[in-house]
């Protein structure tokens, strides 16, 4: 079992909506980050969150330390939006090093 | 944040040959990190390099397959030696920028025939 999940997979949704993606870990952690990776591969970092909420333009990111999980949102999403959406956990046993989850695929269709 | 420039974007390269990718950084930096992402699978840790010393490797590769030179705090390579079709990826480089932050280079998406 990985030690970051993420839900789902795969979203596709229309021009407009508000979307959510999930994101589980099982380890202690210091804090997590949200990426974007476009088509080309390469990323970029959205959030860094060790607590609480933090928002930028329609996007919203928020974790739960006690319930282990973080949520990524969109708001009026638009095309430009479409990319692989990945979670990554810095675990807190010392070595600071990242793990990451599988990636959400999202795809906004015009 | 640092700014992380990667070389090439891309490449289609045949069998048995080697491939060097470079990372060049704005600013100098102590550590660097070396990623690989299989199609359809999430990054994978190559390896950490620091300047002046040998880079640190995980658990399924080895230095003779990704040799990783570091010759000062702004730039780094990774060679992929001695292709084979499973070596098909997205490798991406890394680097921490302050307390628990990291930046990404653009990737180079690597094809073996």
């Known amino acids: 079992k990985n030690e970051v999940e993420q839900s789902p997979q795969n979203l596709t949704a229309q021009e407009g909506e508000f979307i959510t993606i999930n994101c589980s870990y099982s380890?202690?952690?210091?804090?997590l980050h949200w990426l974007q990776q476009h088509p080309g591969g390469g990323i970029v970092s959205l959030f860094m969150l060790s607590s609480g909420k933090k928002k930028h333009g329609r996007l919203i990111a928020t974790i739960n330390i006690q319930e282990k999980h973080s949520s990524l949102h969109i708001t009026a999403s638009h095309p430009r939006d479409s990319a692989v959406y990945i979670c990554?956990?810095?675990?807190?046993?010392?070595?600071?090093?990242?793990?990451f989850g599988t990636g959400t695929r999202l795809t906004i269709i015009p | 944040s640092a700014v992380i420039s990667q070389k090439p974007s891309r490449d289609i390269c045949q069998r048995g040959t080697s491939l060097t990718i470079q990372c060049q950084v704005d600013s100098q930096v102590t550590m660097m990190f070396w990623y690989r992402q299989q199609p359809g699978q999430s990054l994978t840790l190559i390896a950490t390099?620091?300047?002046?010393?040998?880079?640190?490797?995980e658990s399924g590769f080895v230095i003779d397959k990704f040799p990783i030179s570091r010759p000062n705090l702004t730039f780094s390579t990774l060679t992929v030696s001695n292709m084979s079709p499973e070596d098909s990826s997205i490798y991406l480089c890394s680097v921490g920028t302050g307390p628990y932050g990291y930046t990404f280079g653009s990737g180079t998406r690597l094809t073996v025939v």
């Open positions: 990554a956990a810095i675990s807190n046993f010392g070595n600071e090093k990242l793990t």
């Open positions: 380890v202690g952690i210091s804090a």
């Open positions: 390099a620091n300047q002046g010393s040998e880079a640190t490797y």
